[in-house]
């Protein structure tokens, strides 16, 4: 059969105008039955013309959906669009049947050059449903009028049993479905206009001119796929005069397109862009099962459980498809749908229980597949290098959330550490740092990681710094530290920079950080900048990064902070205190691991007794407010630099019947308050919990609703057994105890001595935690074979047992 003979096939003449739902797999088993039938010299596609260069690319064996096209602004490349592609959207499959039957395939969509121009105006001109569709206005969904005019109220559930759930190969007539299609887009733009789309017009007018043109170069055997809503406004009779008006007078940018990774999260509704569909995975198992899709689907979710180590059985897949099919004859639909499948799952897989169904409908119905595109595909400098860095150190880019353990005491998890920092300065955000759940130690980094596709625009906008990942992260970085407001901006770069191994932008940061500390007087910003440097000093001998210059700047800033701090706390109000206390702490944390670092000869004696020397300034000072006096003298007792009488005898005084109840209670906020175990001081020292007890007694009934949120705070914080045992000795009366020189030894609620029989029955259990038994065992083995060998009668055996 000729090609002419097949086109006349083809419904009416004209171009063969094929209307689609972006991402819908029944679409794209229609589409490519109808290329097959009609057989085009030409397939036009709905998308921008820039990406006309970068169709041969879909043919490369590298490119794998889910894939989009990228398209962003050269001088702002933050200003982006894009139009994803999966393997079984409508558009892929005309890109790819053009490619394998050797026609072209064009894009006739406004150009993104336009586009992007718009978004600078005022709200974006997209595709379809490309990112932001229907935020900024209020448009017909076409879906949501035809089935509620069928009479549903899910336009999903609808569309999928009229489209999604046909049986493509036994179609008769395969132009029929779309000609129903834009017979009902007709009605529905007869009925509503626009539908709320006013650039719609714009974009239309330039698809009939790419239309008209492809047909006087290939004659009337020309397709068009497109969405479905723009086929009554294809097939309009307008004149082309009327369409180049439109088109006058647009603004314009200059844009570059290339290709970059998807994922099905991003296709995924829920991710924000209007282009995507509820459940991907469940619509790409859709256009690939070749039969028995409900089956299939429960085998797969059968299969996942169990690697979850779930019990699931061949009984279990076999009454999930009976119940699935049984509840879509009693919902009256054709086959089962994804509503039914689920609810299967839900009651046979999972048990009713919705934890593994979370799962279920996390990596398979939305699904964590992650593109990949050709390195011949386009791409900025800073693309190129930060793909060589990956392959290098073997780091690659995953849509499924993973942790990343890191030793930096190796070469390559170094290196990995360095990458990810650079990300980061650059604002790549492909990693975070985790908690780690092992060592503590600065040789040990935790990463969560995860690639997103907006990530590539973040990557084309740090493009500018530079063309390789360090030279970018550098230049950033001096950028940053000349334009940074705050000392803690300042010191926090530093860090970074450590961190991410730049050498060259220490200096300019360090120049940046010495003037700006220089010309500082406030002492809480200089208390909040201190920390973030004094932690920089920690990975000089991990990283082998030079921090000398970093630590002569970071003792001098504690010599300003210790000058500065006891004046800067006196007359403060409540919030300003307890913000002064959070500044004190991270001094104290910070001077702790600062220690002798302050060089030799500069003048500066030992951090250490000068940050006591002012502890004990502010423990003593009255305008001090009472919670940063209670915790001067709470680390004061930590350090070992106040007597616990001497401790007892400050706080005697401050719960006095002469200091108001509100000064009380936020010294004893101060002392005990906070995470740093102050429930556990008053559990083992019973002459501050007696004070604390005696006071809170005599509180005056009026003041006590005023002292009670403080109190409230304080013990709030404390673990339920400490506060427990808190109780326990309050109930039995600590502060009535006699104190005397014939106290009895101990603590009330315990006994004077140890059981001893009590502490015999956990030995058993220690025995087995620290491996002793098997130990003994071993031992006594190694005994015997000695004994065997040296006394083949084993008489030396027995008398050893």
């Keep these: 059969m000729s090609d002419d003979t097949a086109w006349r096939r083809s419904p009416g003449p004209g171009p063969l105008l094929l209307g689609v739902r972006h991402h819908g797999p029944g679409s794209a088993r229609a589409v490519r039955a109808a290329l ?93 449903d490309g990112p932001g569709a229907g935020q900024r206005q209020v448009r017909v969904d076409p879906l949501a009028a035809l089935a509620e005019a069928a009479g549903h109220d899910d336009p999903e559930r609808w569309w999928e049993d009229v489209v999604e759930h046909r049986g493509g190969a036994g179609e008769r007539d395969v132009f029929a479905p779309f000609a129903a299609v834009a017979e009902a887009m007709g009605a529905l733009r007869e009925t509503y206009g626009g539908g709320g789309r006013d650039r719609d017009a714009v974009r239309e007018a330039h698809m009939r001119l790419r239309l008209r043109a492809a047909q006087r170069e290939f004659g009337e055997q020309v397709a068009v796929v497109c969405g479905a809503w723009h ?29 970059v990774p998807w994922t099905n999260r991003r296709l995924a509704r829920a991710s924000g862009y209007g282009a995507g569909i509820d459940s991907p995975g469940w619509y790409g198992h859709l256009f690939r ?76 119905v939305v699904g964590d597949v992650l593109g990949e595109v050709p390195e011949a595909a386009p791409a900025v400098p ?10 290098r150190l ?10 990343l353990e890191l030793d930096l005491r190796k070469e390559g998890d170094a290196g990995r550490s360095r990458l990810l920092h650079r990300l980061r300065l650059l604002g790549v955000g492909w990693g975070e740092p985790a908690q780690s759940r092992g060592s503590t130690g600065t040789f040990r980094e935790t990463w969560r990681l995860r690639w997103e596709p907006e990530l590539s625009v973040r990557v084309a906008e740090a493009g500018v710094w530079g063309t390789t990942v360090e030279g970018a992260a550098t230049a950033r970085a001096e950028a940053d530290a ?13 860090e970074h920079c450590l961190l991410a191994g730049l050498p060259d932008a220490l200096p300019v940061v360090m120049r940046v950080l010495a003037d700006r500390a220089a010309l500082d007087t406030d002492v809480g910003r200089l208390a909040q900048a201190l920390p973030a440097l004094v932690r920089s000093l920690r990975y000089g001998d991990v990283r082998g990064t030079d921090t000398q210059a970093l630590a002569g700047v970071a003792a001098g800033l504690a010599e300003r902070v210790f000058v500065g701090l006891p004046p800067a706390c006196a007359a403060l109000d409540a919030d300003a205190a307890d913000e002064m206390r959070g500044h004190v702490d991270a001094v104290h944390t910070a001077v702790g691991l600062l220690g002798e670092a302050a060089q030799a000869g500069s003048g500066h004696s030992d951090l250490r007794l000068r940050w006591r020397a002012v502890l004990r300034t502010l423990s003593g000072r ?36 002469g200091t108001p109840p509100a000064d009380a209670a936020a010294w004893i906020e101060g002392f005990v308050g906070g995470s740093g175990g102050g429930g556990m001081l008053l559990v083992h020292d019973e002459r501050l919990l007696g004070l604390v007890d005696a006071w809170l007694t005599g509180v005056p009934a009026e003041a006590f609703t005023d002292v009670l949120p403080l109190l409230r705070r304080t013990f709030s914080v404390y673990e339920p057994g400490v506060r427990r045992t808190i109780g326990e000795l309050v109930r039995r009366g600590p502060g009535e105890r006699p104190r005397g020189a014939g106290q009895a030894a101990g603590t009330p609620g315990f006994g004077a001595e140890p059981d001893a029989a009590r502490a015999d029955a956990v030995l058993p259990v220690l025995r087995l935690l620290l491996g002793l038994d098997e130990l003994d065992a071993a031992e006594d083995t190694a005994q015997e074979a000695a004994l065997g060998a040296a006394d083949p009668d084993n008489d030396l055996v027995e008398a050893g047992r």
């Design 382 to 391: 800073l693309q190129r290098d930060l793909a060589r860095e990956q392959r």
């Design 289 to 364: 099962a070749p039969d028995r899709p409900v089956e299939r689907w429960l085998t797969k979710v059968a299969g996942l459980l169990r690697e979850e180590d779930r019990i699931v059985s061949s009984a279990h897949v076999i009454e999930a498809v009976r119940l699935a099919e049984t509840l879509a004859v009693m919902r009256g639909r054709p086959l089962p749908g994804l509503g039914e499948t689920t609810d299967a799952v839900r009651a046979v897989l999972c048990e009713g229980s919705d934890v593994p169904l979370a799962l279920v409908h996390d990596r398979l």
């Design 36 to 128: 097959d039938a009609a057989r085009p010299r030409a397939v036009l596609i709905e998308g921008p013309p820039e990406a006309d260069s970068l169709v041969p690319l879909a043919a490369d064996p590298e490119m794998r959906p889910p894939v989009a096209l990228l398209a962003h602004a050269v001088d702002e490349p933050g200003r982006s669009a894009f139009w994803p592609l999966a393997d079984f959207s409508p558009e892929w499959v005309a890109l790819r049947w053009a490619l394998e039957h050797g026609a072209p395939a064009r894009f006739i969509d406004l150009p993104a050059t336009h586009m992007l121009a718009w978004e600078r105006r005022e709200d974006p001109c997209e595709p379809d």
């Design 231 to 259: 086929v009554p406004a294809l097939g309009a009779k307008t004149t082309v005069a009327a369409d180049r008006e439109l088109l006058k007078g647009l603004p314009k940018v200059k844009a570059d397109m290339t290709w």
């Design 482 to 494: 000349v334009q940074a407001s705050a000392l803690a901006d300042v010191t926090g770069l530093a």
């Design 622 to 657: 009255d305008t001090v407010p009472g919670v940063l006096r209670g915790r001067a003298v709470r680390i004061l007792l930590d350090e070992g630099e106040l007597e616990p009488q001497e401790a007892a005898r400050l706080m005697g005084l401050v719960l006095s019947p």
């Design 394 to 403: 073997r780091l690659k880019p995953e849509a499924l959330e993973r942790e």
